[in-house]
C-alpha cells in the first residue's frame, strides 16, 4: 500500500550551510546584489521564487497581526492597525531615539593589515606563564582561525595553558602584546573607536550637516512617530498595537552568514502600546503568541529556544523594564547553538518619552473612561526579521533526502511554498501540453500553480523538489482518454491516480490538512 502521509518525519541532518547558498542561486530564491559587478557585501537580491517565499511569510506575519490579530486574555480580539512610513524621516527623530549619539559598534583597526573588528566580537588568549604574545582570535571561529594562531603563536602550548578574556575586558594598555587575528607583528591593534551604524544621505540639492539625513535602522520608529496621528484618526483604545513591515539599514561592519546579518533587509515589527502595569503579562503573551506563529509557518518547536537577555545586553530603552527575551533558531551556521531570529522587547515609555520631550508633541494617553488618568503608555515589541525569516524558513525545510535524483527537497508548508502545485505533461506532444495547458488554466486563479512542459519528466520531478512544490500532476497518454492524471506527493515520492474533474477539490483539502 502507497503511504500518502504528507509529512514524513523530517530528516535530522543539519543541511550545510553552502549548499543551501548554492541551491538559492541555482533555483532563484536569493542572488547577491550586483551580481554582474562581483557583487557587494551585505547586499542580496531575492530572485523569482525567493520574492514569492518572502511575500508569502510577510503576508501571513500581515493576517497574524493585523488582519485578525490573536484572540486576547480577556477572549476578545486584539486591536492592531497597520502603518507604511517612509524610511527617511527627519533626522531630528533619530536623535531623539537614541540612534545619533548610541546606535553604534565598538571598533579596533588592524594597523598592520588595514582589517577591522568588532572589539566585542574578539577573545584574548591570554598565556598563564606570562611569556609571549597575547593571541586575539575571532569568537565566531568557523574556520579554524583559534587553532592556526595557537600553533603559530602559542609557543607549543595547548589552548589550557592560556586564560581568555573578550577584548573589551582587556586594559587598553595592555594592547601592545595583543597580536590581531590576521597580523604578523604584536601590537599593532588601534583602541575601541564607536562606529555608528545608520547609513547617511542628504536631501536636497545641497549637502550639508544642515541636510544630513539617515536611512532607518529600524521600522519601529516609524511606528512611534505616527503614534499620536493613529490614536488621533483611529478608534483604537489602550491596548493596542501598530505593526509595520519594510525595509531597515545598517552598515554591519561584519555582514554575515548569507542573508542572517545583512546591511539592508526587512523587518516586521509590532509596538503593542499598554499600560506599564501589564507590560510584564504583555511581554509573556506575545512571546508565546510569537513562538506559535513561527511553528505554525513550519519552524519545528524544538529548532527553537526563547533567551531572556543578560542585564548587560539590554538596549538602553529596555533598561529599566521587564527585559527583552529572543527567540532563537538552529541555524546550520550556529549548531549546536542558536541564533537569533526575532527580540520580544519591553521598550518602557522610553521611545515616546524622548519624541515627547524632542517634538514638543504630548504623548500622554488620555483614558477615555476616565479624564483624569494620563499617562504615556509602555510598548512591549515583538520585532523579526523577514528576510531572516526567509533565511530560517529556508534551512528548516532543507531536507536531505539520498534516495532522490535531487538528493534532496525542501519541506515546505504549503502556505510559503513558493509554488503550491506543478503541472507536468509526459512528454511535449501527442496533446498533453494543450491538456495540461487547460488544468493550468482551471486552477491558477486558486492557487500558485508551476506550468513546466519541457525536458525529462526526472529532471522536473526534481526541480519541483528543489523548489519545494509539494504536489506534482503529471499528465499522460492515458489522461487524454480517460480524464485522469497522476498526483506526485513531495515529501514520500507516493503516486496516485485522480480524475481530473476532482482535481481541483482535492488539492484543496490536501494543501489545506498538510
Ligand atoms: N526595533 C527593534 C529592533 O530593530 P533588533 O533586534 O535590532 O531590534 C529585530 O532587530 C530583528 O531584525 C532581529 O531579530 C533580526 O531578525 C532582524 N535583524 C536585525 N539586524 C539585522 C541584519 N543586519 N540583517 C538581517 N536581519 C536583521
Not at 606563564?129 to 583559534?146: F, K, L, R, S
Not at 544630513?212 to 493613529?230: D, H, M
Not at 489522461?479 to 481530473?500: C, F, G, K, P, Y
Request: hydrophobic residues 35%; aromatic residues 10%; contains cysteine.
Amino acid at each position: 500500500m502507497t503511504n500518502l502521509a504528507e509529512n514524513k518525519s523530517q530528516e535530522t541532518t543539519i543541511p550545510d550551510m553552502k549548499d543551501i547558498v548554492a541551491l538559492c542561486k541555482r533555483r532563484g530564491f536569493i542572488f547577491p546584489a550586483s551580481d554582474i559587478y562581483g557583487g557587494l557585501n551585505g547586499f542580496w537580491d531575492y530572485g523569482p521564487l525567493g520574492t514569492e517565499l518572502k511575500n508569502n511569510i510577510r503576508d501571513l506575519w500581515w493576517k497574524a497581526m493585523v488582519v485578525t490579530p490573536p484572540i486576547g486574555p480577556d477572549g476578545e480580539p486584539l486591536q492592531i492597525v497597520g502603518v507604511d512610513s517612509s524610511i527617511i524621516q527627519n533626522p531630528k527623530a533619530w536623535v531623539a531615539s537614541g540612534h545619533v549619539g548610541g546606535f553604534s559598534d565598538p571598533m579596533v583597526d588592524c594597523r598592520e593589515t588595514k582589517k577591522r573588528y568588532r572589539a566585542d566580537h574578539l577573545d584574548v588568549l591570554i598565556p598563564k606563564d606570562g611569556e609571549g604574545a597575547w593571541i586575539a582570535v575571532p569568537q565566531d571561529d568557523e574556520t579554524g582561525v583559534e587553532a592556526k594562531r595557537l600553533k603559530k603563536f602559542g609557543k607549543g602550548r595547548s589552548i589550557g595553558a592560556f586564560d581568555r578574556k573578550e577584548l573589551p575586558d582587556v586594559s587598553t594598555n595592555d594592547y601592545a602584546k595583543i597580536i590581531a587575528p590576521d597580523a604578523s607583528e604584536v601590537g599593532t591593534l588601534t583602541e575601541p573607536k564607536e562606529f555608528n551604524l545608520m547609513f547617511e544621505t542628504y536631501v536636497g540639492a545641497t549637502q550639508s550637516e544642515d541636510s544630513k539625513a539617515y536611512l532607518r535602522p529600524e521600522t519601529a520608529q516609524g511606528i512611534f512617530l505616527n503614534y499620536k496621528n493613529v490614536l488621533d484618526s483611529s478608534r483604537v483604545k489602550i491596548p493596542f498595537g501598530i505593526a509595520q513591515i519594510g525595509k531597515a539599514f545598517r552598515n554591519e561592519v561584519n555582514p554575515r552568514n548569507f542573508v542572517f546579518r545583512s546591511r539592508e533587509f526587512e523587518q516586521m515589527e509590532m509596538e503593542w502600546f499598554c499600560h506599564g502595569n501589564e507590560a510584564a503579562m504583555w511581554r509573556e503573551f506575545w512571546t508565546n503568541e510569537r513562538k506559535s506563529w513561527w511553528e505554525s509557518i513550519g519552524i519545528r518547536g524544538d529548532a527553537m529556544i526563547l533567551r531572556e537577555h543578560g542585564k548587560d545586553e539590554l538596549s538602553h530603552y529596555a533598561k529599566a523594564g521587564v527585559g527583552t527575551i529572543d527567540i532563537e533558531y538552529q541555524f546550520p551556521f550556529t549548531a549546536p547553538g542558536f541564533g537569533e531570529l526575532e527580540g520580544i522587547a519591553h521598550r518602557c515609555d522610553y521611545d515616546l518619552t524622548q519624541h515627547q520631550e524632542h517634538s514638543g508633541t504630548k504623548m500622554e494617553y488620555i483614558d477615555p473612561m476616565d479624564n483624569q488618568n494620563r499617562f504615556i503608555p509602555h510598548v512591549i515589541e515583538p520585532a523579526a526579521g523577514l528576510t531572516r525569516g526567509v533565511l530560517t524558513v529556508l534551512c528548516e525545510a532543507y531536507t536531505i533526502d539520498e534516495s532522490r535524483p535531487s538528493g534532496m527537497y525542501m519541506n515546505f508548508k504549503p502556505a510559503v511554498a513558493p509554488k503550491k502545485a506543478a503541472i507536468l505533461p509526459l512528454v511535449a506532444k501527442d496533446g498533453m501540453p494543450e491538456l495540461a495547458t487547460k488544468i493550468y488554466m482551471d486552477l491558477r486563479e486558486d492557487m500558485a500553480i508551476d506550468l513546466d512542459i519541457k525536458q525529462n519528466i526526472g529532471k522536473r520531478y526534481a526541480r519541483q523538489d528543489e523548489i519545494g512544490t509539494p504536489f506534482c500532476i503529471t499528465v499522460d497518454g492515458d489522461s487524454l482518454n480517460d480524464n485522469t492524471v497522476t498526483i506526485r506527493h513531495r515529501n514520500t515520492m507516493a503516486q496516485e491516480r485522480i480524475a481530473i474533474d476532482n482535481l481541483k477539490a482535492y488539492l484543496i483539502e490536501k494543501l489545506a490538512a498538510f
